[in-house]
């Protein structure tokens, strides 16, 4: 039982440590910069994809399949919806709208049958929302971090 849980739940731990060894600044994006916010990125959409299908567990889901599927969902939101409206949106406002997208995609999940456990309760759009800001929180305090200077305040130059 014990190898079992921990079979399951090493690749999650291994993504959440990851992170920690990523430095690059997430808003400010020049030719130099551009693999180091890649890396940034990605690992905070993983660390996004565990919080979340970790947190769903607690509904009866199955975090192992919900992680890849979700990381698939919060990565066309992150390409599609947040950067391409970064520049056009005032950030409290752009994150509210990745929210609500996240929000979506974790309604959209709970719905398949091949992700609900055993004990599978009915997942509601107020807990929805609030595993994915917590999600989303997750992964801009992973940018931040990553800057390798959080405490200053970074000009975007414009």
């Given at each position: 039982m014990t190898a079992d849980l921990i079979r399951r739940w090493l690749?999650?731990?291994?993504?959440f440590l990851v992170p920690a060894l990523a430095r690059a600044n997430?808003?400010?994006?020049?030719p130099s910069s551009a693999l180091a916010f890649a890396v940034v990125a990605f690992m905070a959409l993983i660390v996004e994809?565990?919080?979340v299908s970790s947190l769903l567990a607690f509904a009866g889901?199955?975090?192992?399949?919900l992680f890849?599927?979700?990381?698939?969902?919060n990565t066309a939101v992150f390409l599609f919806l947040f950067w391409p409206l970064q520049s056009r949106l005032p950030l409290p406002a752009l994150e509210a709208a990745v929210v609500l997208?996240?929000?979506?995609?974790i309604m959209l999940l709970a719905q398949v049958p091949a992700f609900q456990g055993e004990t599978y309760s009915r997942l509601r759009w107020p807990v929805a929302g609030i595993i994915a800001l917590l999600g989303n929180a997750?992964?801009?305090?992973?940018?931040?971090?990553?800057?390798?200077?959080?405490?200053?305040?970074?000009?975007?130059?414009e």
């Open positions: 690749p999650v731990l291994l993504c997430p808003f400010i994006l020049n994809a565990g919080i889901l199955n975090p192992l399949k890849l599927s979700f990381w698939v969902i997208a996240d929000a979506c995609g997750s992964s801009f305090f992973i940018g931040i971090m990553a800057s390798g200077e959080p405490w200053k305040v970074h000009d975007t130059g």
